[in-house]
């Protein structure tokens, strides 16, 4: 009962929403009568400032139809996921996908033609995984990525160097660690998360291969995620800290000397810390190993639910293929982001210093972007594995099994189907 | 006259049926027939699979392993609550200044939302660093900080989770008991005394827990119900952006991923909780059988 509970008071917000929304835009600027097409545009709340008014700015200077900014806190991936099903959804929206089984039940349109000419641009590790069959469903908007920051005092002070391996992070991590500083924070709840795939691609593995297997049925994937339990069982993991990986407060509070983190915490790292820091790729371990780092996009998306299909995908390209200058704005002027179009991401001066120009070269040199047959189920699945390695000390060769069973099983189900 | 009764029969049952009818028995039968479907991303799905979901929700074993969480925490909340606010009811019945001021002290949790209680719990009462209030306990004996809600071995989570929920469910229970205290004839502890039955567990064992009978069964019965629907302090505890770790993961929890998170696979979730739905059922009948719910005292 909870859960219906849960939803009918969802749904009923969002309605509220849409009302007032609706409301608004009557009574706003309704004058911009143009030739009366309305479209729906929906993003998630981003932290920083300004940013809802630069979206709101964008939508208000396109004339060829009526375009209404909906800014959505909360869960979102669960609110469009919802949305998706029903027609009162949005016509245009931001997703952190679209996932596959979004693209297979054929609930965003194919966007291939918007991209036409100017397909390479895109940073391919990025738009690789919005692209099924060859057909793109999603265009990237900015690219996000983390990476591993570390206090350069607190290491000097421990001589440590900072760790070019696996095995160098967990000794570095083991050194730093004291009575009141630990050494590594990996979230709170001890890196099964935030890590995911990132120590496979590390061991010189994948977590989906080309022709569509699982990509980690190799002893080295055992012997890489047992280096993890290590961190854990030697207590050099910073738990249970008030804010979790995504927000650097542990690291600027002097609670763990290195910890992983996205590259939109960098301009506050940069702000409270100055020179006294510096970032590095998830080490790579092994002899086939290589450095990695995660990197994402959010997209711009149709749904294939709206009425007026064809207006939004022209705004789409209008605002995410052609106005540069807006998505230059966009991924620079607010939060930190890297452009997704590599021209742009070129000329950003802003990326070519110090940090920032680090994480753009892991970015094209190490980055890899989360497959998209890489389903929430195994996901879950292999997630669980990983959290009982790390923390219980589960026998990895014995949990990898399992995962691969069911995610094979998994990605039988999703390329059978059409 | 007597359409005149069926009409004001239905303007006032009519609006009740309607809302009962549209937001619980419409998408309860259609999340049972979802159940026979594959219904990725769908609610109108057209595969039908028969059986298929329920076999593959009976096999996997994050979701038994969740039935197995969700009893072992049945098993401990309920006999932990109903002793508590048992014998907090019976200390705030024997006081006798300040009443009123003791029994809403201990009825005022009642009122917090699971949701706040929960943060409070993790963000500052049991928080893994040194400053949190649990730690700073520690902290005095020279004992190490504990991770509580990351530690698997011991599972100090638990602790967590049985805390908040004692803490915001004792006092509602409590204000039950003091309820069926009150309606507890003084003469039979007159007589008692007269008889030469000494004051206290005597006394207890023999009149007072006999006479609460009726309430008891009726705590015994929410108890359990509510430990079956315990979802908001396990999410808020445990819960973070990627995802709920594979412990302390109640069934509700784990089909809110399956079915409602980016899995968006509503077939499976709906088998899962067809499932849970009828363990609950038989639970709730057995223990009704079983505790001989509505009869009274005199019923025996």
């Known amino acids: 009962m909870t859960i219906s509970r849960r939803t009918l008071l969802g749904a009923g917000a969002g309605a509220g929403v849409a009302v007032v929304s609706a409301c608004g835009s009557n009574t706003g600027r309704g004058g911009g009568g143009s030739g009366g097409t309305a479209l729906a545009q929906w993003y998630h709340q981003y932290g920083e400032p300004g940013t809802e008014q630069a979206v709101e700015r964008y939508a208000a200077a396109y004339k060829k139809a009526h375009v209404t900014v909906q800014w959505r806190p909360g869960d979102y991936d669960r609110q469009t996921a919802a949305a998706l099903l029903t027609d009162s959804g949005p016509d245009v929206f931001e997703v952190n996908g679209p996932s596959l089984d979004q693209i297979q039940g054929r609930q965003v349109e194919d966007l291939t033609e918007l991209v036409a000419g100017v397909k390479d641009d895109f940073n391919s590790a990025v738009l690789a995984p919005k692209t099924y069959r060859g057909r793109v469903y999603g265009i990237p908007q900015t690219i996000d990525m983390q990476m591993l920051y570390y206090r350069k005092s607190l290491l000097a002070d421990a001589g440590v160097r900072p760790p070019e391996s696996l095995d160098e992070l967990v000794d570095a991590a083991r050194e730093l660690t004291s009575r009141k500083v630990k050494g590594l924070f990996l979230g709170n709840d001890g890196g099964a998360g935030v890590l995911g795939g990132t120590p496979l691609y590390a061991a010189g593995l994948r977590l989906v291969t080309e022709d569509g297997k699982a990509g980690f049925d190799d002893p080295a994937a055992a012997r890489t995620l047992g280096k993890l339990r290590r961190l854990y069982a030697e207590k050099s993991l910073l738990l249970g800290a008030p804010a979790d990986w995504s927000d650097p407060s542990a690291f600027l509070q002097g609670l763990t000397a290195m910890q992983w983190s996205g590259l939109w915490a960098l301009p506050q790292v940069q702000k409270e810390l100055g020179d006294d820091f510096g970032v590095l790729p998830f080490p790579k371990d092994g002899a086939a190993g290589r450095p990695s780092v995660p990197v994402g996009a959010y997209g711009a998306a149709v749904s294939a639910r709206g009425r007026h299909k064809e207006a939004a995908k022209e705004y789409v390209k209008w605002l995410w293929v052609e106005r540069t200058d807006y998505q230059e704005d966009f991924a620079l002027s607010y939060g930190f982001h890297i452009p997704a179009r590599i021209s742009l991401a070129k000329k950003a001066a802003k990326l070519r210093t110090g940090a920032a120009a680090d994480a753009v070269r892991f970015t094209t040199e190490h980055g890899y972007a989360q497959p998209l047959l890489w389903t929430p189920a195994s996901q879950v699945a292999y997630q669980d594995a990983l959290s009982r390695i790390i923390k219980d000390g589960a026998n990895p060769e014995n949990e990898l099994r399992t995962v691969v069973r069911k995610v094979s099983a998994e990605l039988d189900r999703v390329t059978h189907t059409s | 006259m007597r359409r005149r009764r069926v009409l004001w029969f239905w303007v006032f049952v009519g609006p009740f049926t309607i809302g009962l009818a549209l937001f619980t028995y419409v998408p309860l039968l259609w999340s ?138 004792a006092g509602f229970y409590m204000i039950l008991f003091l309820a069926g205290l009150q309606r507890i004839d ?115």
């Open chain 2, 32 to 169: 049972v027939g979802l159940s026979f479907f594959d219904a990725h991303n769908t609610v109108t799905p057209t595969h039908f699979v028969g059986l298929d979901n329920y076999v593959s929700m009976l096999r996997d074993d994050a979701f038994t392993g969740s039935l197995r969480t969700f009893l072992v925490f049945t098993a401990f909340i309920v006999p932990v609550t109903f002793a508590l606010s048992l014998a907090l009811a019976l200390m705030v019945n024997r006081v006798r200044r300040a009443r009123a001021f003791f029994r809403s002290v201990f009825f005022l949790p009642a009122a917090c939302s699971y949701v706040v209680a929960a943060l409070i719990w993790k963000m500052s009462i049991f928080n893994g660093v040194r400053f949190g209030l649990a730690n700073t306990l520690l902290g005095w004996f020279h004992t190490d900080p504990v991770a509580w809600l990351s530690t698997t071995d011991p599972p100090w989570y638990w602790l967590v989770i049985v805390t908040v929920r004692l803490w915001l469910q």
């Open chain 2, 186 to 300: 003084p003469v039979l502890y007159e007589a008692a005394a007269v008889d030469g039955a000494r004051p206290g567990w005597t006394v207890l064992r023999h009149i007072t827990l006999p006479q609460l009978r009726a309430t008891s069964v009726a705590v015994a019965l929410l108890l359990v119900v509510n430990a079956f629907q315990a979802f908001d302090e396990f999410y808020n505890l445990l819960s973070d952006a990627r995802g709920y770790p594979p412990y302390a993961r109640p069934p509700l929890v784990y089909l809110y991923y399956t079915a409602l998170g980016q899995g968006q696979n509503l077939g499976l979730g709906s088998a899962g909780a067809v499932i849970l739905a009828l363990i609950i059922a038989v639970v709730t009948v057995g223990q009704a059988r079983w505790l001989r719910l509505g009869r009274t005292e005199a019923d025996g």
